[in-house]
């Protein structure tokens, strides 16, 4: 049993708590919780949005044939669902049963970043969205940022609707706003935003305007936050 934490935050592994059904296995998974404790498995596999309830019983799934790279997953407090699929170049937003709403980026066109598709070197150039897209977060006033990626080096803003409002970012290794490979990122109730700068073994932190703040430094290849 693995358990982890002190006090009163202890938490158990629980084994086999996902009750799939016969056949069925995960890929690499990105997981939220809506406001039902319905929990929602990302994954790539053969059925890529499988839904749960909290004891781990199936629900349903959806998606298959149409989500082939899952790579991050975010939850609004409207339980609407933003999914980047990475090597399709777009990110998604859904309702929980799975009707789409907004689609960010064009499938399968790339961003041109000059990038060799070699994960170990940056992308040549920064450029519009997106290239490989890998995480999504949205701030209080329902804004989002999206992570980009393995082949882009920036953090884009989108408005609630999907107009984007602005980038930043450039490829490089230790300047404050230079990223290789911003894996993940999340957006504190202050408005800030952490960036999972993974090739570069640190967290960058920026204000929403995408103004360099500060970094945490000494990590090995931080993926999320």
Same mark, same amino acid.
């Given at each position: 049993?693995? %358990?982890v934490?002190?006090?009163?935050?202890v938490y158990?592994q629980m084994e086999?708590w996902?009750?799939?059904?016969?056949?069925?296995?995960?890929?690499?998974?990105?997981i939220?919780? =809506?406001?039902?404790?319905?929990?929602y498995?990302?994954n790539?596999?053969?059925h890529p949005? #499988?839904v749960l309830?909290?004891d781990?019983?199936?629900?349903?799934?959806?998606g298959?044939?149409?989500l082939? @790279?899952?790579?991050g997953?975010? #939850?609004d407090g409207e339980d609407?669902?933003y999914m980047?699929?990475?090597n399709s170049?777009?990110?998604?937003? !859904?309702?929980p049963?799975? @009707?789409l709403l907004?689609t960010? /980026?064009?499938? @399968?066109k790339?961003s @041109?970043?000059g990038?060799?598709?070699? !994960?170990s070197?940056?992308a040549k150039?920064?450029?519009?969205?997106?290239?490989?897209p890998s995480?999504?977060a949205?701030d209080?006033?329902?804004?989002l !940022?999206i992570?980009d990626?393995? /082949?882009?080096? %920036?953090?884009h803003k989108f408005s609630?609707?999907?107009e984007l409002?602005f980038s930043?970012?450039?490829?490089?290794?230790?300047g404050? /706003?230079?990223?290789?490979v911003?894996? /993940?990122v999340w957006?504190?109730?202050?408005g %800030?935003v952490f960036v999972?700068? %993974?090739?570069?073994?640190r #967290?960058?932190i920026?204000?929403?305007d995408?103004e360099?703040?500060?970094?945490?430094?000494?990590?090995?290849?931080?993926? =999320? #936050?």
């Amino acid at each position: 049993m693995v %358990r982890v934490g002190a006090g009163t935050h202890v938490y158990e592994q629980m084994e086999s708590w996902e009750k799939l059904p016969e056949g069925w296995v995960l890929g690499q998974t990105a997981i939220v919780t =809506d406001s039902q404790d319905r929990v929602y498995l990302f994954n790539r596999g053969e059925h890529p949005l #499988i839904v749960l309830d909290r004891d781990g019983n199936f629900l349903n799934s959806w998606g298959e044939g149409q989500l082939p @790279d899952a790579h991050g997953m975010f #939850i609004d407090g409207e339980d609407n669902l933003y999914m980047p699929v990475k090597n399709s170049h777009v990110v998604l937003k !859904y309702r929980p049963n799975g @009707d789409l709403l907004m689609t960010l /980026g064009e499938w @399968d066109k790339p961003s @041109d970043t000059g990038w060799s598709g070699d !994960y170990s070197e940056p992308a040549k150039q920064a450029a519009g969205p997106f290239n490989r897209p890998s995480d999504v977060a949205l701030d209080g006033a329902g804004d989002l !940022y999206i992570s980009d990626g393995y /082949g882009n080096a %920036r953090v884009h803003k989108f408005s609630a609707g999907g107009e984007l409002l602005f980038s930043w970012g450039e490829p490089g290794k230790t300047g404050p /706003g230079e990223f290789h490979v911003p894996h /993940g990122v999340w957006v504190h109730t202050d408005g %800030r935003v952490f960036v999972a700068d %993974r090739e570069n073994n640190r #967290i960058q932190i920026f204000s929403a305007d995408g103004e360099f703040l500060d970094q945490w430094t000494g990590l090995a290849r931080p993926c =999320d #936050i």
